[in-house]
Structure formats: C-alpha cells, structure tokens
C-alpha cells in the first residue's frame, strides 16, 4: 500500500522544482494543489513570487491548473485573477478530477504532474492515476481538522519511505 504514496519527487517547495528537467521530460502540463502547496491556506491570493514563478512556468509553454479539496468560493477568489483554471471539491484522492484536470489542460497522463503536500490526496490520487507526482514540504503549519488527521497517517509512511531510501 506504501507504495501507492511514494512521490517521484520530495522538494522543499515548488520554487526548487526543476521545470527545465520536466520539460526534458515531455511534461507539458501541471497540477497543483493549492493550500499549503502554492500559498497558505489562509492567504487569499498568490504572492509576488508566486506570480513570477507561474510566469515563468506558462512562459516555457507548460500549462498549469489548480485541482483543490477546498470549496469553490476559496479556490475561485484565488484562481480567476491569476487566468488559472480549476477544480474545486476535488475530492482526492479519487481520480475524477485528476481526468477532468488532464482534459482541460489536454495534456496525455506522462506529461503531466502533480504537485502537492499531501501524501494521502495528491500523490496517492496522481500515482494511482498513473501521473509523476512531485510532494513539497506544507508551505505553513496551520491546517484543518482532516489534513491534521491525514499527517499522522503520512508520518507511518515516510518513516516507511526514510527505512527504505525511497526519500533522502
């Protein structure tokens, strides 16, 4: 079962993430989380790093979607300034968004990613749909309720990951 949240890559935070190597790779589109994996889940809208970063990403003709468990009124107050699209209520790790996402950005699954914080959501959800995934450290500490219970889970699996040198 292990296996299943094992990422392809374990980065700090999106800014170390090697856009040029995807690229190499054939990846043309990007997913992302977006609470604690692009801003906090309490900020409302991107930071300017945040922005240039993006630019630079659509900028070397990779497309990018925000696919969220959060509900639609947060997801589209930060999504529609920035000309994102997204999915609310994702519901992940259950692949019907993860589909839908692949379908807006047109994009084949191995050239696609999926960048989150989660092991449970993000990674279990873009592996069993057969889609890299790329886990980044949670961009703030303060969560919900369900994200609290899901760490506790994540902290067994990553001293599985750690004992078997699946991550550094």
């Given at each position: 079962?292990?296996?299943?949240?094992?990422?392809?890559?374990?980065?700090?935070?999106i800014?170390h993430?090697?856009?040029?190597?995807l690229?190499?790779?054939?990846?043309k589109g990007?997913?992302?989380?977006?609470?604690?994996?692009?801003?906090?889940?309490d900020?409302?809208?991107?930071?300017p790093?945040?922005?240039?970063?993006?630019?630079?990403?659509?900028?070397?003709?990779?497309?990018?979607?925000?696919?969220?468990?959060n509900?639609?009124?947060?997801?589209?107050?930060?999504?529609?300034?920035l000309?994102?699209?997204?999915i609310?209520?994702?519901?992940k790790?259950?692949?019907?968004a993860?589909?839908?996402?692949?379908?807006?950005?047109?994009?084949?699954?191995?050239?696609?990613v999926?960048?989150?914080?989660?092991?449970?959501?993000d990674?279990l959800?873009?592996?069993?749909?057969?889609l890299?995934t790329?886990?980044?450290?949670?961009?703030?500490?303060r969560e919900g309720f369900?994200?609290?219970?899901?760490?506790?889970?994540?902290?067994g699996?990553f001293?599985?990951?750690?004992?078997?040198?699946?991550?550094?």
């Amino acid at each position: 079962m292990f296996r299943q949240l094992v990422p392809y890559s374990y980065v700090p935070s999106i800014y170390h993430i090697n856009v040029e190597e995807l690229r190499g790779h054939g990846v043309k589109g990007m997913i992302f989380d977006l609470d604690n994996t692009l801003v906090e889940s309490d900020r409302p809208d991107a930071t300017p790093e945040l922005l240039v970063w993006l630019k630079e990403i659509t900028g070397q003709g990779i497309q990018v979607i925000i696919v969220s468990n959060n509900n639609q009124v947060r997801v589209r107050k930060f999504a529609e300034p920035l000309d994102i699209p997204f999915i609310h209520a994702a519901r992940k790790p259950f692949s019907r968004a993860f589909v839908k996402a692949l379908s807006l950005l047109n994009t084949k699954r191995h050239e696609t990613v999926v960048v989150g914080d989660q092991l449970l959501t993000d990674v279990l959800g873009g592996n069993r749909m057969g889609l890299k995934t790329i886990l980044v450290v949670p961009v703030s500490k303060r969560e919900g309720f369900f994200t609290k219970v899901n760490r506790l889970v994540e902290r067994g699996a990553f001293r599985w990951m750690r004992k078997r040198g699946y991550l550094g």
